[in-house]
């Protein structure tokens, strides 16, 4: 029997017809044992985060907490008959809820927004959802059970981006999941909050970014290493059909990815496709666990989705991605060649500042190093370097707007793929700045002018993705 750990974002749990969907989503997989992840209601994490950030305005705080519990009062008076047992305990459960966090908000205005107190308040989103949809499910004659992920998930100390210890989290879910999961008597459905987790004191952490994603991979993982059944599937339910091969406001009638392999997967949604964060897939990968992303509109559909496992297409290009909003930096001396540690210190001063860098591409002898940050961490980046004393003194630093394509495929392997690649730019006079590629050899990387990106990325399109879906269909009669 199939584990199926399907997650619920937002989206899903907008309305009553929402609600109706999961159970008609719960019919289809019937037959397999469930976990359910949640996510928070649309838009509450971010209204949380607000109000913990102006706990000292008083028309803010109060506005925002009304705003909260209307938004749960509401979505269970529409699922729920009135004065039923579920429809009780759900507002029970949010009074209760509401007033906890008006205590931790009581403490972060007393004490200020710690890390703590951060993930703690945003917790709550996961917590009110997950448990109103349990007891949606339990009003529907389902045996159902709530498991805060607080009391699975143990995490590491990085506040608002924490890293699961498995060794720790195998122990949780052998004693608290998988014997549900291997009851013979009931079928019971496991929802579980998404996007949090505790460090080993017992202090609440979340994910980050694609969070609920990432505790339905996490807990796949666990399953997978200590219960006997290793037949797992995760389900990530969204509001589109899957991974597209190009963003449709460059090609409007781009392709559905319907098969690609982990490490492809990690790349595309390294470089802009916000439906996948790339840590939701290293904690299945090694397991060969796959995953699918559907639609949640669409839940009947065969083959109109996106399948991440072992198996892809080796003979075609996957996906152009983008970057819009970079800036390169580059740090150049002709008086320091062969000076060692260039690129070290460089390191050392974005670290300093907490400033993400990406593809660095650098000259053999060291004359020249260029970087890519964020748009929005480009001023600091160039403050830090001014400021640090040493490059200032032996070095020009300069910046540039600029935008990163991002090809992604085993067809990158090609040599005549590259070639093919910078012909189609050269018949748009779009010149390269930079260049990385993937020691896999499955993804390369370009920097270009951020005005040329359009162009770019249409006549890369037209000159060598004619036969993305073609390439597909061909694995699809092979499955």
Same mark, same amino acid.
């Given at each position: ?29 019937? #037959? #397999?044992?469930?976990? /359910?992840?949640?996510?928070?209601? +649309? ?5 949380? *985060? ?13 506005? +925002? ?41 009581? #403490? ?10 951060? #993930?703690? &308040? ?22 159902? @059970? ?24 195998? &122990? ?53 290493? &200590? ?29 559905? =990815? ?30 060969? /666990?796959?995953?699918?992303?559907? +639609?949640?509109?669409?839940? *009947?559909? !065969? ?35 062969? @000076? ?12 300093? +500042? ?17 970087? =890519? ?9 160039? !403050? ?27 067809? /990158? ?5 590259? @070639? ?60």
């Amino acid at each position: 029997m199939t584990i199926v750990i399907m997650k619920f974002g937002g989206s899903c749990l907008i309305d009553k017809n929402a609600f109706k969907k999961i159970l008609e989503i719960l019919e289809i997989y019937k #037959d #397999d044992k469930k976990i /359910i992840v949640a996510s928070a209601f +649309n838009g509450i994490t971010d209204l949380l *985060l607000n109000t913990a950030q102006n706990v000292k305005n008083s028309k803010i705080f109060d506005d +925002n907490i009304t705003i909260l519990e209307n938004k749960h009062i509401n979505t269970i008076e529409q699922i729920f008959d009135e004065d039923t047992e579920h429809y009780t305990k759900a507002k029970v459960w949010v009074d209760k809820k509401l007033s906890e966090l008006e205590d931790a908000l009581e #403490d972060i205005k007393e004490f200020g927004l710690e890390p703590y107190y951060k #993930d703690y &308040v945003l917790s709550f989103g996961e917590v009110l959802s997950t448990y109103i949809l349990n007891q949606y499910i339990l009003s529907k004659g389902l045996e159902s @059970v709530y498991i805060p992920a607080n009391k699975v998930i143990i995490t590491n100390d990085e506040f608002n981006n924490a890293y699961p210890f498995y060794e720790f989290t195998n &122990v949780r879910v052998k004693k608290l999941i998988i014997p549900l999961l291997e009851n013979t008597k009931k079928d019971i459905i496991i929802s579980i909050t998404g996007f949090i987790g505790r460090n080993k004191i017992g202090y609440t952490t979340t994910l980050g970014r694609g969070g609920s994603d990432y505790t339905a991979t996490i807990l796949a993982h666990s399953i997978f290493e &200590v219960a006997n059944d290793k037949n797992i599937k995760v389900i990530l339910w969204k509001d589109v059909d899957g991974l597209l091969a190009i963003n449709p406001k460059y090609i409007s009638k781009s392709t559905l =990815i319907k098969n690609l392999d982990y490490k492809e997967a990690k790349h595309i949604a390294n470089f802009g496709a916000k439906i996948l964060h790339p840590k939701c897939l290293e904690a299945i990968e090694n397991k060969n /666990i796959p995953l699918e992303l559907r +639609n949640f509109n669409k839940p *009947l559909e !065969k083959s109109e989705f996106t399948k991440i496992s072992a198996m892809t297409n080796k003979n075609e290009i996957k996906g152009i991605s983008t970057v819009e909003d970079a800036v390169i930096i580059t740090v150049s001396s002709g008086s320091l060649v062969d @000076v060692p540690g260039v690129l070290a210190k460089i390191f050392k001063v974005m670290s300093k +500042n907490k400033i993400s860098v990406s593809l660095v591409a650098q000259s053999a002898s060291e004359i020249s190093t260029s970087f =890519i940050v964020k748009e929005t961490d480009s001023l600091r980046a160039l !403050k830090a370097l001014e400021s640090s004393g040493y490059f200032t003194d032996f070095f020009e630093i300069k910046s540039e707007e600029v935008a990163i394509i991002n090809v992604t495929g085993f067809k /990158i392997l090609e040599n005549l793929t590259k @070639v093919m690649i910078f012909q189609a730019l050269e018949k748009k006079k779009i010149r390269v700045k930079a260049i990385t590629q993937s020691t896999e050899e499955l993804n390369i990387s370009l920097v270009i002018k951020r005005e040329n990106i359009e162009d770019a990325i249409k006549i890369i399109h037209d000159d060598l993705c004619e036969n993305f879906e073609e390439e597909e269909n061909k694995l699809r009669d092979k499955m």
